[in-house]
């Protein structure tokens, strides 16, 4: 079982900044993609960024040139810096894993969930 812990969400002003972590932990073989989606209200769930194992990144073009994706391998950890935010980058921010428990399986591991409210 893969427990997937979230934290750093929280409530700032447009322009600024927050960031976010991540840590899956339990039987872990390895972790191969690791990421953030989130979900503005009455809105669908949407990819935020994602970073494979060798450190290849993607994001979204809404949050690209001001958000930052990034891992440490060593903790199992990734973070979300999120810099400049916009009112439109408010919602529950969710953290996913692609944990391997064996050689040869995985599984995709997703976090509760962190709010995050950017006011005008």
């Known amino acids: 079982q893969v427990q997937v812990v979230e934290s750093g969400g929280g409530l700032v002003q447009a322009g600024g900044s927050l960031r976010l972590s991540c840590v899956p932990s339990?039987?872990?073989?390895?972790?191969?993609?690791m990421g953030w989606h989130r979900q503005a209200p009455g809105k669908q769930r949407e990819l935020v960024a994602v970073?494979?194992?060798?450190?290849?990144?993607k994001y979204a073009d809404s949050v690209k040139g001001r958000f930052t994706i990034s891992r440490d391998n060593a903790k199992n950890t990734v973070y979300l810096q999120m810099n400049s935010l916009k009112p439109e980058d408010t919602g529950i921010y969710y953290c996913?894993?692609?944990?391997?428990?064996?050689?040869?399986?995985?599984?995709?591991?997703w976090g509760q969930g962190t709010q995050v409210t950017v006011s005008s």
């Open positions: 970073i494979a194992s060798g450190g290849t990144t």
């Open positions: 339990g039987r872990i073989f390895s972790i191969n993609d």
């Open positions: 996913y894993n692609q944990v391997s428990t064996t050689a040869s399986s995985s599984t995709v591991y």
